[in-house]
């Protein structure tokens, strides 16, 4: 398998345009995490879903901030408007429920410039 | 009751020496903790995890011990390595939610 699959890998942008962050989880796990990692905060989960329907969204930041999961195989993580404090590290993390252990398998992260 | 507080922030061990990372958590609910591996421009990585029932786990250099009554966990690497240096993430987690800690920058010298 080649694991989690994020694109782009990097994006510049500017502030108020749209971003979208893709990701295509392992085949086979029932679960999707969104994250964000900073210097000051972190790795913060945003959103995780499981077969495909949202759970928690408590760690969204705004409103600015959706996530989508139209199958089992690809996910989008939406910016708009995009200001320059969301800039990070994204990553996206798949996982297959088995007993209480919860391996989470990370894809390479999109690190995204607001400017 | 969410948060996991992990220390030292940054870490400098000489090579050959013991690496010993710290974490407690607050929610007696968590049921599963993990330490994740991270390298510069990669994401994080399942180094190596432990449940509440045991007090200690080994794995190679890696060992989790984990003190179920003061909520404490904490990494030890022996024999620490250049290879070892990266960014260490402890975690707890129950059901499908993991909540991290803030993460130690680890630092080998030759």
């Known amino acids: 398998d080649a694991g989690v699959i994020q694109s782009p890998r990097h994006e510049v942008t500017e502030m108020g345009q749209e971003v979208t962050l893709r990701c295509k989880p392992i085949s086979g796990h029932d679960y999707l995490f969104w994250y964000r990692q900073t210097m000051m905060r972190g790795l913060e989960l945003l959103i995780y879903f499981n077969n495909n329907v949202p759970i928690d969204d408590s760690g969204m930041p705004e409103d600015r901030f959706s996530a989508k999961m139209p199958n089992a195989s690809f996910s989008t993580l939406k910016i708009q408007p995009s200001e320059p404090r969301d800039s990070a590290v994204y990553f996206c993390a798949s996982s297959i429920l088995a007993g209480v252990y919860n391996e989470q398998f990370f894809g390479p992260g999109t690190r995204l410039t607001v400017l | 009751q969410q948060q996991v507080k992990q220390s030292p922030q940054s870490l400098i061990v000489q090579k050959g020496g013991i690496s010993i990372i710290n974490c407690a958590y607050e929610?007696?609910?968590?049921?599963?903790f993990p330490w994740y591996q991270q390298f510069p421009g990669k994401g994080p990585a399942l180094l190596i995890a432990i449940r509440p029932d045991v007090s200690e786990k080994k794995e190679g250099r890696f060992t989790i011990s984990f003190n179920k009554s003061a909520k404490q966990f904490s990494l030890h690497i022996m024999d620490s390595q250049p290879g070892d240096s990266a960014t260490y993430f402890c975690?707890?987690?129950?059901?499908?939610?993991?909540?991290f800690g803030s993460g130690t920058r680890l630092s080998i010298r030759p």
């Open positions: 975690a707890a987690s129950s059901a499908s939610k993991i909540i």
């Open positions: 929610n007696t609910a968590f049921d599963y």
